[in-house]
């Protein structure tokens, strides 16, 4: 007699996906839940209403400083060694002004500093340079 060895049905393997789903549908809720509390942060403001007023003169001083390395102060050319005597009379006229440098871009670097050295010379805080448009 010969004895055959019959296979024993095997199960397959599963995996149960119950948990993993419910968990992800737990993590779904948590994210839903929370960004619909996420408030933006920021500053709440009013914005005045813009005014127009056509009778205020600006105090600022302009001062032109051409490629050719010519310098404009109040429509007038202007040696660079008049420069402190120049915003110091317009500075008589209105204390608080402050100065607007504008050069075209051209300039020597040395020119505009030059301007700016003084300019501070005469007392004045607040300067600013920018290129000139033309």
């Known amino acids: 007699m010969t004895v ?18 419910d968990i992800v549908f737990i993590m779904l809720i948590f994210f839903i839940v929370t960004t619909s509390f996420v408030k933006p942060s920021g500053l ?6 813009p005014t127009v ?3 205020v003169q600006s105090n600022n001083i302009a ?37 607007l440098i504008q050069a075209d871009k051209e300039v020597l670097h040395g020119l505009v500093v030059a301007v700016m050295d003084k300019v501070k ?3 004045v805080s607040k300067i600013s ?4 448009k033309e």
């Open 121 to 123: 010379v005469a007392g």
């Open 63 to 99: 001062i032109f400083v051409s490629k050719t390395g010519l310098v404009t102060i109040d429509n007038r050319q202007v040696d660079i060694e008049r420069v402190t005597a120049n915003i110091e009379r317009l500075l008589a006229e209105a204390p608080e002004a402050a100065v």
């Open 4 to 21: 055959t060895k019959h296979a024993m049905p095997h199960d397959e393997a599963q995996v149960d996906m119950t948990p993993m789903l």
């Open 44 to 49: 709440d403001y009013n914005k005045p209403a």
């Open 53 to 55: 007023n056509t009778t």
């Open 129 to 132: 340079v920018s290129e000139l």
